[in-house]
Nanobody, 124 residues
Framework: QLQLVESGGGLVQPGGSLRLSCTASEFPLDSYTIGWFRQAPGKEREGLSCISPSGSTNYNAVKGRFTVSRDSTKNTVYLQLNNLNAEDTAVYYC???????????????????WGKGTLVTVSS
């Protein structure tokens, strides 16, 4: 069974950066659409970015500050977080859509496997 593992979260000061990683053992992540999501305390989960097997990407309102990428040699998908602010404090999750389809701006709705998340705290 596909198990996704996020890492790279932590405490960062406002204006700082982090790079989150999403890895999986025994499953080639570059065969699937991978999405990044977050859930802040008291808020609903929101989709941030997706990347397709071919490298197509989609972003929601974080475009310009967050960047999704793949390293197939490491079987890892990254989410680079820049210019962080307190409103970015949340648990960040990666998820996988195993259908092989690219849904474009609807890519967030096809996820069936989820990691347990990594906490990002932005505070001075």
């Amino acid at each position: 069974q596909l198990q996704l593992v996020e890492s790279g979260g932590g405490l960062v000061q406002p204006g700082g950066s982090l790079r989150l990683s999403c890895t999986a053992s025994e499953f080639p992540l570059d065969s699937y659409t991978i999405g990044w999501f977050r859930q802040a305390p008291g808020k609903e989960r929101e989709g941030l970015s997706c990347i397709s097997p071919s490298g197509s990407t989609n972003y929601n309102a974080v475009k310009g500050r967050f960047t999704v990428s793949r390293d197939s040699t490491k079987n890892t998908v990254y989410l680079q977080l820049n210019n962080l602010n307190a409103e970015d404090t949340a648990v960040y999750y990666c998820a996988a859509d195993l259908t092989g389809e690219w849904r474009g701006h609807k890519c967030y709705s096809g996820m069936t496997y989820w990691g347990k998340g990594t906490l990002v705290t932005v505070s001075s």
